[in-house]
Nanobody
Framework: HVQLVESGGGSVQAGGSLRLSCAAS????????TGWFRQAPGKEREGVAR???????RYGDSVKGRFTISQDSAKDTLHLQMNDLKPEDTAVYYC???????????????????????WGQGTQVTVS
């Protein structure tokens, strides 16, 4: 059973940057949909970014142009580079992995949290 462990959260001033990392305990992370989600107090969990099994990325509208998701397949690690952080980015950030949807050689990944079955413990990001 694969486990995910996040690191890199912290406190930063508006306009600053943070880099989150997520280490998987098993090999082959690039065979799964992997992504970052966040949840602010009193709000629902929302998708931030994801990478599919072909390496294509997708971002939530609120982070486009500021956040970059990347994957180091050799180290089975997922990263989220967050630049130009805003107070509204304050949340607990989670990395997640799940099987791709589809069949017969055509697969896709969504940013729906219910389709991701493995979650990290979360890391707090606070922007003031």
């Amino acid at each position: 059973h694969v486990q995910l462990v996040e690191s890199g959260g912290g406190s930063v001033q508006a306009g600053g940057s943070l880099r989150l990392s997520c280490a998987a305990s098993a090999n082959g992370i690039d065979n799964y949909c992997t992504g970052w989600f966040r949840q602010a107090p009193g709000k629902e969990r929302e998708g931030v970014a994801r990478i599919d099994i072909y390496g294509a990325t997708r971002y939530g509208d609120s982070v486009k142009g500021r956040f970059t998701i990347s994957q180091d397949s050799a180290k089975d690690t997922l990263h989220l580079q967050m630049n130009d952080l805003k107070p509204e980015d304050t949340a607990v950030y989670y990395c997640a992995a799940g099987p791709p949807q589809g069949t017969s050689g055509l697969y896709w990944c969504t940013m729906t949290s219910a389709e991701y079955g493995v979650w990290g413990q979360g890391t707090q990001v606070t922007v003031s």
